[in-house]
Structures are given as C-alpha cells and as structure tokens.
C-alpha cells in the first residue's frame, strides 16, 4: 500500500496543474461569447470616435497623431479577432479533452484571454478629449520670381483692384510669354512684406489640361489639410469649402484656358460681403467674361525703354550694346522682338556672346527669314502655338496666318482683310451679309485670343512682330516648307524678286516697295493671293505677266500707277477679288468681262478712268461689289449700240450687293432713282457738278436712306440742302459713316428737317469746303460717334455750334472726337458755347480763322489735352479762362 500515497500525490498534482487548463476548454464558449461582445464594443468605439473625427475635420481640423495610431490599432486587432474567431470554428468539433483537438482550444482560448486584456485596455485608452488640430498655415508662401521689368504699371492697377470693395474676381490677360505669370508671381511675393487682411494666399498653377482633382490638392495642401485619394470628390469639395468659407482668402489661380466652376472645387464666390478675391491669369477674354471677371487688365508688351532695358540686362554686356554699329543692330533686334519679354529674353540670352557685327546682323537675317532657327526662339514659337492651337476653328486659324502678309506692326482695315478673306474663300464667296459677319467674328476671336490688337484706329487691327514671325513659322510648317509664303513687305525693294522665288508660293506680299516693272513671265500654279499695292512707282506690267497664275483668288493692285491692264488678265479664271483703286488706269480692258468667277471689283479713286465697255462688266455674273466711288462718271447712254456700260448692265447683275457709283447729270441720277434694285445697293455715292439739282432726296422711299455709309457731294451750285422725309426722321441713314460737302454756296443749311437725337448715328468723319453761306453745324451735337471735323474755307461760318443750343445733362456731345482741323473761316468767333472735356481730342488744327479768341476745352488732366496746330501769333492772343492752362497745351507752330 505504501506505493498507493505517492502515486495519489502525483495524481493531486497533476489534477492542480490541469485543472487551469481543463478550466479553459471547459468555459472555451463562455469566452468566446465574452470576447465576441468586447470586439464589437471596440468596434463600436471605433466607429463613434471616426465619426466624431471626420465632422470635426470637415471644419479644415486634422485628427490628432494619437487618434490615427489608435485607429491604426484597432483594425490590427480587428483583424486579429476575426481569425481567432475563424480557428475556433475549426476546433469546436473536437472529439476528447486530451486529443490535440483539446490542446488546440486551450491555445486558443489563452489567446482570448491575452486579446481581452488589449481590448480592454484600448477601449480605456479610446476615451479621448481632444480629437484633432486645427492647421495654421502661413498666410503667405514665396513663389520662386526673377525681377520683372516694366510691370510697375500693371501692378499699381491690380492693387487699386484690390481695394476695390465691389471686385471680387480679377483677370489679368494677354498673349503667352508677355509675363502674366511673372506678374502674379510679383503679386504673390509682394503680400509678403506688405500689411494684408487676408488670412491665407493661395497660389495654384490650372495649365491647360486642368483637372479638378489636382486643383484641389494643392489647395488643400497649401491648407495643410490631409489628402486622401480615395475620399468621394462631394466629401472633398464640401471639407475644402467649410474651411475657405471661414477664411478671408486671396486665391492665384494662373494659365487658366476655359472656365472653371469654383463651387466643384469648393471656393466660396469672392464677394463684397467675404471679402475675399480671386485673381486669375489667361490667355483669352473669353475666359475673362466666362469667369465673370469684376475687373480685366490686359497685360501689354513692354514700350522701347524697357524692352532695352529688359534685352541688355539679358546680354549683360554693355561695353558690346553701347559700341556705335552693334548699338544700331541691337535696337533692331529689340523693335523685332515686339515687346515680348520672352522673346527678348530669349534673344537677349542667344545674343549674350556675340561680339562681332558680322554676328549682329545674321542674328538681324535670322529674324527676318528664318526666326525658329535662332536659339530658343522654337521654344517662344512653340509657347504660342498653345494659343493658335486653342482657337476655335481651322478658318479662325487660316485667317490669322493670312494677317502675316502685311509688314510688321502694320494696321490693317477690318473690313479689307474680311474682303480678302471672302476672295480667298475662307469665309464664302457670296459676299453676303453671313460671309462679312463670320469674317468680322474671326476678327473678334483673334483679338479675343490677344493674336491681333487694335490698330491706329478702332476700324484696324495689328499684329505683333514676334506673332507674325510665328504665324509665318506655322504657315512654313514649322519652316519645313519655307516657300509658300513670299513676303517681301515694306522691304525697300526696287525690283521684283527673281523667278524662283514665285516658284511653289502660295501667297505672295510685296506691298509698299519701289518696284517700278513686273515683265518676268512667273509660273506660280498654286499662288492664290497677290499683293501688290502701295508700289507708287509701279506703272509697267507685261502682258504675258499673269499667264501662269491660273489658281490666283486675291489680286491687290490698287495706289500703283499703271496705266493699262495686261490682256494676260484673262487668264486669271479663278480670280474673285481685284483692287485696282487709285491707279492711273483710263481703260478697263474687254478681257476682264472673262473672269466670270469675279465677285469683287474695286475701282475707287480711278480718276483717269474715262472708258468702261460693256463686255468688261457684262460677262461678270457673281459680280457682288462693284466700286466706281470717285471713278468713272455714269451718263445716261441715247445712242443705240453704243460701246459703253450703261446703268441696263448693271441691272444684269444678280448678286449684286455693294455699289460704288459717281454721277455728274441730274439726268443720270433721275434715272438711277428709278432702278430701285441698284439704288438700295449703293453704299458709296458721290455727286458731282451736277446742274439745275435744287435738294437731294435720300429718304428710305428713295431707297438710298438705309444703306449708305459714304456720300460726297461736289461743286452742285444750285443745291440747297438734304431731304429726308419726316417719318425717317428718328432713324434717318443709319449707317452713313462720311458726309463730304464740297462747293455747295447755296447751302444754308445742311438739312432741310432738323436732325434727331436717333439720327446719323454712325457718322464718323464730316467733311465741308467751299460752303460760303452756312453758319453753323449745330446738329454735330447729336453725333455720338463722330471723331474727325474738317471744316475749311467756308466764309460765313461764325460758330461751329450756336450759342441758342443746349446742352442736355446726358449729352455724349463730341465724346469719341479725335480730330478738329478749321482753315480760312474768317468770321468763326465760337467752336462750342461751353468748355467741354472732348476726353478723345487728339489735335485741333487752327488756321486762318482771326476772330476764333478761346478753345472750348476743359481741362481737367494735362496728360489728355491735344496738340493744337496753329500760328505763334494766334496762339498768343488767345483768352483764357484759367492763365495756367495754356501751358498744359502741346503745341505745333506753323507758318499759316
């Protein structure tokens, strides 16, 4: 029995040790129950807290370090407990205590138990007070800028802009390259020393291929708010928007190329009441009025003084520049680049090492030639190809190409190049009003894409340099194909360029030289445009000269001096324009009857013209604008079978649009009045010594009351006046632009009716001679456009305005005058009988009028006053209201 004591003691034993562990598997359910409750508690925990976290980071707060690292925690556990859970699964069915189905349930019932004591202790830990910090980013982060040169201007306007309480979007626009960037960047950087109110700037580059997204990332990184990639766009639009709406914000948003809906990003609209601003560079207007810009300021290329400055801080070699031949070449070099300040830093830079003239002035036959193959001068053209890339259509396209034609900084008139358009057949041929439309709207859009500006006047347009030299790099197919476009424009040629030359050429401009005689026979098959005009001494061209033009649309050969048309001009068979205006041409040639595909025939000022054959206008069927304004004298035809082109030929026309006629004969004119189809054609009449003509009538009845743009009336000496009837009266030729009236003495009064406030509502220039009688011009008063007076040797005339008129508290009167000449108006005492501010006058030209004591201006900024042109010693006895403003006067002294 004594062995019995020892092998029960070792039972007790044994029983003690595994009681624990037949304890775990024994209440393994009761655990697991147990362990199952505090994970889903945890979870709950879990999911309370996030929820709390992510409504206090929708106010732009960001969760605290220690909550993401218990968060982080808790799916670690989380996915702890799922496969713990899963092995029970696996062991339950286990078939004795002792097998290792049983040994494997009391593992992991120990793990239970391990893993209720962390959960345990994170749902303690979980109780957190503070659930996130609110971000301070600096107000101001400085943008890398180099020193910019000629902004000072631009940047005074974009403060005054900020001031302004009613502005809360700005646009700052202009071409590529001509330093918007450069001057938001200024504006960015300059926050950083200046007093500001805003709480943050934010600064964001859009480019062109702009995604919402990415706008939005660098938001909210400037923010310090966390990006997260895959948080639904609502959520991130909505967090972005709660934190600006509570912050007073001044947003940079550059090279924005269409419109961008602030709300999808979440930007609060800047307005009076948040205070906040938006301040957007862009390539184009559209843009501007697409984003409903408060304010626009158009970026300008640098003038001549900082585009040599900005140029020779570039070359850095002033002992080079200020050499006397290189001096000469490098202000070449700097007129080229147009006031780009791209390009003149990028020719600037590629010129930085040049020391010898030869250099200088390969660089200067670069530039005229071949501008992409001087260095980075690509990287400028291709910068601006985002812009001709951008524009609406291929017309669009083809139509800024077609500006490069004309010389450098050249103004051109809108409605020839429109013209030029239709010939080419970009537009239409039918030269209606559809076709001038679309023109005059490619015009707006190349403007609008700031590829033209406004020229000398608002009827022009210009192009910069550097953007003709890229419109002809584009033309030459990135000058791949150098030969389609012949330019020799404002070139001092004296003859013609060879005959290889013309060769492969598609458009050929040699406007404005010295070339006296075109006798080379040139085989251009695929020239479709010839300019020609403006060589004063051309009076030759060979007959054979157009024989190989057969593909030739636009022929300009008008302010040249020939005398004969080549018979050769038959063969131009695809020919729809021709200019032969101010030539010295006195025959058209029967041959020009074969161009049957003509719709455009300008013949104004030919004053040498004397003879029109029939079969030269006969054979024209799409004949639309024909233009005999000062021309060829219209008589009307007794003798049958007669030679000439009679008013009967022009009644053949069917596509007739626009006429240009002068008359001599109150016989010819009786009878045009009656052609009712011609006369409400006529946009250009004048009227010449025309005998026993008491009144003209130019009612709507007549026909001629609505589309008349010009009318010139010339030594008629039994006209009394104008007539338009009384119910045309409040509308009467609304788009006459020119009223000339010269030697009329009989002439009292212009109208017979007063003139309306509705009335000549485009007349633009008015010019009198020779009109002994009249008095005054009282009705200019209710010109609204009218910008050029031009009133001489008219001896009776003593006010230009009377002192009986009124003036009305809304009057516009002489609001876009540019310009007043007056000559020989011996008894003129009066110009106005008010001192008015004229805030377009440019010059006033007094000679010759004694009794003219005061200018009627007044004088309320220096800087805007005109040049007068006058006599010393008119000038001098001139009486002024205020001494002091005589001397803010620019004047031009001259002889008489």
């Known amino acids: 029995m004594d062995f019995i004591s020892p092998l029960i003691s070792i039972v007790d034993r044994l029983c003690t040790a595994m009681a624990p562990r037949i304890s775990n598997v024994i209440h393994l359910d009761r655990r697991i129950q147990s362990f199952t409750t505090e994970v889903d508690e945890l979870k709950d925990q879990r999911d309370d ?13 960001r969760r605290t370090n220690e909550i993401q690292r218990w968060l982080a925690r808790v799916e670690v556990i989380e996915a702890e407990a799922t496969s713990i859970i899963e092995n029970l699964g696996q062991s339950r069915h286990g078939l004795g205590c002792l097998n290792a189905t049983c040994c494997s349930k009391y593992n992991l019932s120990k793990e239970i138990i391990e893993k209720l004591k962390e959960i345990s202790e994170l749902k303690w830990k979980g109780a957190f007070e503070k659930l996130v910090t609110e971000p301070h980013p600096a107000p101001v982060e400085e943008k890398p800028c180099r020193p910019a040169v000629g902004i000072s201007l631009m940047l005074d306007k974009v403060w005054e802009f900020l001031e302004e309480d009613k502005v809360g979007i700005m646009a700052l626009y202009g071409i590529g390259g001509v330093g918007k960037t450069t001057l938001l960047k200024t504006v960015n950087n300059a926050f950083l020393g200046r007093a500001h109110n805003y709480d943050v700037v934010i600064w964001v580059l859009v480019t062109k291929e702009f995604v919402v997204s990415k706008i939005q990332q660098a938001i909210v990184a400037r923010l310090g ?51 906040c601003k938006l301040i957007f560079t862009t390539r184009s207007m559209d843009v501007c009025t697409d984003m409903d810009a408060h304010r626009k300021l158009k970026v300008e290329f640098l003038d001549e003084e900082k585009s040599w400055q900005l140029f020779c801080e570039k070359v850095g070699r002033m002992e080079i520049l200020e050499s006397p031949p290189i001096r000469n070449y490098a202000e070449t070099i700097v007129r080229k680049c147009g006031g780009l300040p791209l390009a003149l830093i990028t020719v600037g830079r590629a010129m930085a090492n040049k020391e010898t003239e030869e250099e200088w002035k390969y660089a200067i036959e ?162 479709l ?62 041959e020009l009857g074969s161009l049957t595909k003509l719709n455009h025939l300008n013949l104004l000022r030919t004053y040498s013209l004397r003879t029109v054959p029939r079969e030269a206008i006969s054979g024209l069927a799409d004949l639309a604008v024909l233009n005999l304004y000062y021309s060829y004298s219209w008589e009307v035809q007794n003798v049958e079978g007669k030679a000439e082109v009679g008013f009967e030929e022009l009644e053949t026309l069917r596509h007739l649009r626009i006429l240009g006629l002068t008359i001599s004969t109150i016989t010819s004119l009786n009878r045009l009045s009656g052609l009712r189809n011609l006369v409400r054609c006529i946009q250009y009449l004048h009227i010449k010594e025309c005998e026993g003509l008491p009144q003209l009538e130019l009612s709507s009845a007549s026909g ?77 008063l209710l010109l609204p456009r009218l910008e050029v007076i031009y009133l001489f040797y008219c001896k009776e005339m003593e006010e230009l305005v009377s002192g009986e008129e009124k003036l009305e508290p809304d009057s516009q009167a002489f609001s876009r005058l540019k310009t007043i000449s007056i000559r020989d108006l011996p008894e003129l005492r009066s110009i106005t009988p008010w001192a008015l501010a004229f805030p377009c006058l440019k010059s ?36 002024w209201d205020e001494p002091n403003t005589k001397y803010a006067f620019l004047t031009d002294f001259t002889s008489n």
């Open 49 to 61: 807290l996030r929820s709390r976290v992510e409504r206090a980071e929708l106010d732009g707060s």
């Open 225 to 275: 708010l966390p990006w997260e990639e895959t948080e639904a766009s609502e959520l991130r639009t909505s967090k972005i928007y709660n934190v600006l709406k509570k912050k007073r914000f001044l947003l940079l948003l550059d090279d924005i190329w269409e419109r961008i809906d602030l709300g999808d990003i979440g930007i609060p609209l800047p307005d009076e009441e948040n205070k």
């Open 366 to 527: 670069l530039l005229n030639k071949s501008p992409s193959e001087l260095r980075g001068m690509e990287d400028v053209f291709t910068l601006l190809r985002f812009s001709y890339d951008n524009l609406e259509n291929e017309t669009t396209k083809t139509c800024l190409l077609y500006c490069a034609l004309f010389p450098e900084s050249y103004s051109i008139e809108k409605e020839q190049l429109v013209e030029y358009w239709i010939g080419e057949g970009f537009l239409d041929s039918s030269y209606d009003s559809n076709a001038h439309n679309k023109g005059y709207a490619a015009v707006g859009s190349l403007k609008v894409a700031c590829l033209l500006e406004t020229g000398e006047e608002e009827t022009q347009v210009k192009m910069n340099d550097v953007i003709r030299s890229f419109a002809l790099w584009i033309a030459s197919e990135s000058g791949l194909n150098k030969g389609k476009f012949l330019i020799e424009a404002s070139s001092g040629l004296t003859e013609a360029p060879g005959v290889k030359n013309w060769e492969g050429a598609e458009r050929i401009s040699l406007l404005d030289n010295g070339i006296t005689v075109l006798k080379e026979i040139h085989k251009c098959p695929n020239l």
């Open 529 to 590: 445009t010839l300019l020609l005009q403006w060589n004063n001494g051309l009076n030759r061209i060979s007959a054979d000269f157009f024989q190989s033009m057969s593909a030739l649309r636009v022929l300009d050969l008008s302010f040249t001096s020939i005398r004969k048309i080549p018979v050769s001009i038959n063969q131009l068979v695809e020919l729809r324009h021709l200019n032969l205006a101010a030539t010295k041409i006195t025959t058209l040639p029967k």
């Open 704 to 780: 001629y009351g609505k589309t008349l743009r010009r009318l010139s009336i010339r030594n008629c000496y039994d006209l009394n006046y104008l007539v338009v009837d009384a119910e045309d009266r409040e509308t009467w030729l609304p788009n006459l632009e020119v009223l000339a009236l010269q030697g009329l003495p009989n002439v009292t009064s212009v109208w017979k009716t007063p003139v309306r406030k509705a009335s000549l509502q485009n007349l633009r220039l008015l010019n009198i001679w020779y009109c002994h009688r009249l008095k005054n011009v009282s009705w200019v």
């Open 844 to 879: 006033i030209a007094v000679i010759d009028c004694p009794r003219l004591k005061k200018l009627p201006i007044r004088n309320h900024n220096s800087s805007n006053l005109p040049t007068v042109y006058c006599t010393k010693d008119w000038w001098d006895g001139l009486e």
